[in-house]
Structure formats: structure tokens, C-alpha cells
């Protein structure tokens, strides 16, 4: 396990035998395979890894040198958050994260594919503000009415019922950073009350399951590591992760 960011030059940590995740403390994609891999309450080690110097070793986790990677055995990888998820709950049946019905399955795909455009926008808005289309914005809100009406429509706590699922952990990712786009100055882009009460209360009660409470961040910390990555500095060391609890290792349920 790494507190800091690893970056070009240094070594890799030793394997000692667990699962290793390969991520970046701000990275969406990799907070989602963390999320399931707290849900499974498996025992895993994070290592992170610096983005903008990558340690040599990442791409023989992950030939694009993306993140997440996940080490299932010594030196063997896989790669991409979606997949990962997907080998995780099966490979760790005991508590499963997705319905036993295909159709279900399918539908759950779709919510994260019609929320894909909402995502775009929001790094555009995030990250490249001066090419943001008004289009863009009308995405953004479509993409989240369309999660309220789904949430709304299945009735239950979670979309994937009364526990949250992998649909739910594909999801948060984003939604936990959106909340900061006002603090950025894009006050188009906040999550309104009076627009989103179902949609707020689901997020309220994401930010209590304690798969994600052990990672979550404020709107403060994401809407800072997004300006020092605007200005081209990411600051990957901002925070002491080691007072994060998930970032230790894990013990195993019995
Ligand atoms: N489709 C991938 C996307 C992963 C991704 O784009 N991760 C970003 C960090 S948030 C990354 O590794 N960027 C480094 C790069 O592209 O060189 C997944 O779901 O895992």
C-alpha cells in the first residue's frame, strides 16, 4: 500500500499476496472498483500511482496506463473499472452486487450508459470551461432527471434495491464530484432542491453506505484537486491518505 502517489522512478511495492488495486486517489473510475472492493469486504491493498509521471511498472498492470488495475495474482492484471467490477462480484459470489435477472442487468447498463453524457459535461465543465456548450448543460440536467425518474420508478432505497449495488458504485463516482462544480463558479451545473429532492435524498443515503463513507470526499477536496489539475499541476499529495481508513489493509469478514 502506497500513501503517496507513486511516480517515474520508484519502485513497486512488494506483492505480499492480497488483491492490489492500481488507482488514483481522485480518479472516478478507480473509486468505483474501490467501492465494490469495500462492498465484498475483501482484503486489498491501493497502491497509487502519479498520472502525469507514470511509474514504469503501471503499463505491465495496464497497457494503456490507466487506472484502475486490478492485481488478482502476483505480476497478472486486468484492467478497466467495469470489467474489474464485474470479475470481482463474480469471483466473490457471497454477497452479490447485481440481479439474477438479465433483464435487470441490462437495465442497469442502460442508466449508465444514458448518464454517459452527463459525465462529458461534467469534465468539460470541470476541466476545459471555455469549450462548455449550452448543449452540454441540457445534458448534464437530462442525464439527472433521467437517474431521478429510474430512482423513482424502481421505488426502492438504491437502484439496486434496498442495499446498494454496482450499479449504484458505477454511478457515485461522478455524482460525488458534480456536487463540487458550484464551488468552481459553474452554478448551472448545481444539484437543486427543488428540481432533485428524490435525487438528493439518494445521495444522501449513498454517502451513509460504509463502503463509500470509508472513501468519500467533500466537494471542497474534489473542487481543489480539480483547480490545481486545471492549472496543469495536479496536486496528486494533497491529502494524508493514510488517515483514510479503506487505504489500510482490510480484514477479512468471517
Ligand atoms: N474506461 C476506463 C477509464 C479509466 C481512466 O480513464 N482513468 C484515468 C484516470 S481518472 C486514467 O488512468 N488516465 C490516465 C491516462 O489516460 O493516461 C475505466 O473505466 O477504468
Not at 472492493?37 to 494503456?64: I, Q, T
Not at 462480484?89 to 442497469?108: G, I, M, N, V, W
Not at 449495488?165 to 448545481?190: I, N
Request: charged share 25%; glycine share 4%.
Amino acid at each position: 500500500m502506497s500513501e503517496k502517489h507513486l511516480q517515474a522512478g520508484d519502485v513497486l511495492p512488494p506483492y505480499n499476496g492480497k488483491l492490489r488495486l492500481f488507482a488514483m486517489r481522485f480518479c472516478p473510475y478507480a473509486e468505483r472498483s474501490v467501492l465494490v472492493l469495500n462492498a465484498k469486504g475483501v482484503e486489498y491493498d491501493l497502491v497509487f500511482v502519479n498520472l502525469d509521471h507514470k511509474p514504469e511498472w503501471l503499463f505491465s498492470f495496464s497497457p494503456k496506463g490507466t487506472v484502475p488495475a486490478l492485481e488478482y495474482e502476483q505480476g497478472k492484471a486486468i484492467f478497466d473499472s467495469n470489467i474489474i467490477n464485474v470479475y470481482l462480484d463474480e469471483k466473490y459470489p457471497e454477497k452479490p452486487l447485481q440481479s439474477t435477472d438479465p433483464l435487470r442487468r441490462a437495465q442497469d447498463k442502460m442508466i449508465v450508459e444514458n448518464f454517459a453524457a452527463a459525465q462529458s459535461a461534467f469534465y468539460t465543465a470541470a476541466y476545459n470551461s471555455q469549450a462548455l456548450q449550452p448543449n452540454m448543460v441540457e445534458n448534464y440536467h437530462k442525464g439527472l432527471e433521467g437517474l431521478q425518474k429510474e430512482i423513482e420508478v424502481r421505488g426502492t432505497k438504491f437502484l439496486h434495491g434496498d442495499e446498494a449495488g454496482l450499479v449504484d458504485f458505477t454511478l457515485w463516482p461522478f455524482l460525488e464530484r458534480f456536487l463540487s462544480l458550484p464551488l468552481l463558479g459553474k452554478t448551472e451545473f448545481a444539484i437543486d432542491s427543488s428540481k432533485y429532492a428524490l435525487l438528493l435524498t439518494y445521495i444522501e443515503a449513498m454517502k451513509t453506505v460504509p463502503a463509500v463513507k470509508s472513501y468519500c470526499l467533500a466537494p471542497e477536496t474534489h473542487a481543489k484537486f480539480t483547480e490545481s489539475r486545471a492549472k496543469g499541476d495536479p496536486d496528486y499529495n494533497m491529502l494524508d491518505t493514510s488517515a483514510v481508513c479503506c487505504m489500510r489493509p482490510r480484514k477479512k469478514k468471517e
